[in-house]
């Protein structure tokens, strides 16, 4: 036992450094199986997460049994374990757009590696392989410069005239895939937004959170607490935040809107807050 789980920390490390045209992953299940085991799905989890910075093109997904059984129930069982993992792909933010391809591959024949045990080389092969592709970087070649419209931020948008049913966006306020934290350069900025509503005691509002690439409009699972409410831990998180910053709480509430509203760019811009103003004093 302590050898394969060597061995599997060795094709871990090797396939996710190893290329730096794809990134690659396996996930190893038991005999007869297709749940992911609580191991293996740890591994996996922070597989994803690191690729949270990563403009992705394409993910594929293979599934594969040993050599033992009869192709019929190989190949049915290899298809099983690729969409286990694509489940948790979907459960944790990763759109399934970007999933090419989920293939049970059936079995696959008996590796040639320095291994004498049978039953460890078998354990090798019962197992998906996930191939994430990033898009090409594009080289920036100096371009005339447009006239644009210079956009207020967030702190300028709630300093300005508000009236009730406006929303703004916090776009600067990115959070990590399956999480209700934000990132340490999205806290200086929240920062700034806490300032602003404290200066800006006229108006009460409610703050939304939101998900990304769910099925069927359910909410993401927060990877934290292991609960299906991501979206309004986020609300909760920078609900707190202001209020830890001196915004009083009356002024406030919060909510999780699930996937209901996606923006329909880039899949990561759906793992936002933004505030409704539901009341302005002294609205003419």
Do not use: W
Not at 76 to 103: H, M, P, T
Not at 153 to 181: C, M, R, W
Not at 279 to 284: K, R, S
Request: charged residues 30%.
């Amino acid at each position: 036992m302590h050898t394969l789980f060597r061995i599997i920390l060795i094709v871990f490390c090797f396939s996710t450094a190893s290329s730096q045209s794809k990134l690659t992953h396996d996930v190893y299940f038991d005999t007869d199986k297709y749940d992911v085991p609580p191991t293996e799905e740890n591994r996996l989890l922070l597989f994803i997460s690191n690729l949270a910075d990563i403009d992705i093109e394409s993910i594929s997904i293979y599934g594969f049994c040993d050599d033992v059984g009869a192709d019929d129930y190989n190949q049915k069982l290899s298809q099983q374990r690729a969409d286990a993992i694509k489940s948790i792909f979907s459960n944790n933010e990763i759109s399934e757009s970007l999933i090419s391809n989920v293939d049970g591959k059936g079995k696959i024949l008996l590796k040639i590696i320095n291994e004498k045990n049978l039953l460890k080389i078998r354990g090798l092969n019962r197992k998906v392989e996930i191939i994430v592709k990033p898009k090409p970087q594009i080289v920036e070649t100096e371009q005339p410069i447009a006239k644009t419209v210079e956009k207020k931020d967030v702190p300028e948008q709630i300093k300005s005239h508000l009236k009730v049913g406006d929303k703004i966006l916090f776009e600067n306020i990115l959070f990590k895939t399956g999480y209700a934290t934000v990132t340490p350069d999205s806290k200086k900025t929240l920062a700034k937004i806490a300032e602003a509503l404290v200066e800006r005691d006229d108006i009460y509002f409610t703050i939304q959170g939101h998900v990304c690439c769910t099925k069927f409009s359910r909410d993401a699972i927060n990877r934290k607490t292991k609960k299906r409410n991501l979206s309004e831990a986020r609300a909760k998180y920078v609900y707190n935040y202001f209020a830890k910053k001196g915004v009083n709480k009356k002024r406030m509430r919060y909510m999780g809107m699930r996937r209901k509203f996606p923006l329909g760019g880039d899949p990561k811009f759906d793992r936002r807050v933004e505030i409704l103003i539901t009341y302005v004093g002294n609205e003419n």
